[in-house]
């Protein structure tokens, strides 16, 4: 496994592999790794001859300083999960690396993805995702990009990212589903900062999220929100965000079950302090 800090070495080490006929995955990610991460560099392996995993905590998305600051970072821990896993490259630059002293970093427009959901909530994370992507694709050139699930708006962005760029045709975007711990609790970053507790309290938004899945056909959008929004609060140590019903696509939210061929059940709750998000396919 090799490791980079600097672009230009990377990018020319990635050209050479190119320059080979050798195709390249490229995953993504702001470290503190779990299995779910580890899991596309797996699908990764098995699709491209390279992989190339990025650890960057990308200051550009953070819309709380507070947040930031608090993000775990476990890099010697990481780089020993990407051996073991079979990586090939690592890229951990600082910041100044990623935008450079008097650069002016690429800005992409994302529309209503920016004003639900994840965008409403946390204004400038997109645009601040959009840059940072934008930046680590062009130093890697791949072949495919694998993402997760668990953040699927982000997914949506990334998607739209593509096609702004043009790359839609030389860039395959690859969503794989979410890993989860034995309780359902979606894998995250975040969750090394819970207690084992919370994790247990955290695990509960699954659940409701599994009964929605079951029960969407007794009640409108906004009566099951209202219920699932009452079931996590009841409990007293979560406070939820929101929780709301989309188009699968677009992410506007749906009034009515026929609104849309595909909805997702979206949600984002509060757990000892820690933010957690998760999602399903409802049908």
């Excluded at 359902?184 to 938004?205: D, F, P």
Aim: proline content about 5%.
């Amino acid at each position: 496994m090799y490791l980079f800090q600097q672009a230009a070495s990377l990018s020319r080490t990635l050209r050479a592999a190119r320059q080979n006929q050798l195709s390249i995955g490229f995953v993504p990610t702001m470290g503190a790794l779990h299995e779910g991460h580890l899991d596309l560099i797996r699908q990764a392996k098995k699709q491209y001859d390279r992989v190339i995993c990025s650890i960057f905590v990308n200051p550009a998305q953070f819309n709380d300083p507070a947040d930031l600051a608090k993000y775990p970072r476990t890099l010697e821990k990481d780089l020993e999960a990407l051996a073991l896993t079979g990586a090939d490259y690592v890229y951990f630059p600082e910041v100044s690396d990623v935008y450079p002293p008097n650069s002016q970093p690429e800005k992409y427009p994302f529309g209503a993805l920016e004003t639900v959901l994840e965008g409403a909530h946390r204004p400038g994370h997109f645009e601040g995702v959009g840059m940072v992507v934008a930046r680590l694709l062009r130093i890697t050139v791949p072949n495919g990009l694998l993402l997760g699930e668990k953040d699927y708006q982000q997914c949506m962005v990334l998607q739209s990212l593509l096609k702004q760029m043009q790359w839609e045709q030389k860039v395959a975007l690859h969503i794989c589903p979410t890993r989860r711990e034995s309780n359902g609790l979606a894998m995250s970053s975040r969750n090394q900062r819970l207690t084992e507790a919370g994790k247990k309290q955290a695990a509960l938004l699954y659940e409701i999220i599994k009964s929605c899945q079951e029960r969407y056909l007794q009640f409108s959008p906004d009566q099951l929100s209202d219920w699932a929004i009452h079931s996590l609060e009841a409990q007293g140590n979560i406070r939820v965000e929101y929780f709301s019903f989309a188009d699968a696509q677009h992410l506007q939210p749906v009034q009515h079950w026929n609104e849309s061929p595909a909805v997702r059940v979206l949600a984002a709750v509060w757990v000892e302090d820690v933010r957690l998000i998760d999602n399903a396919l409802l049908f």
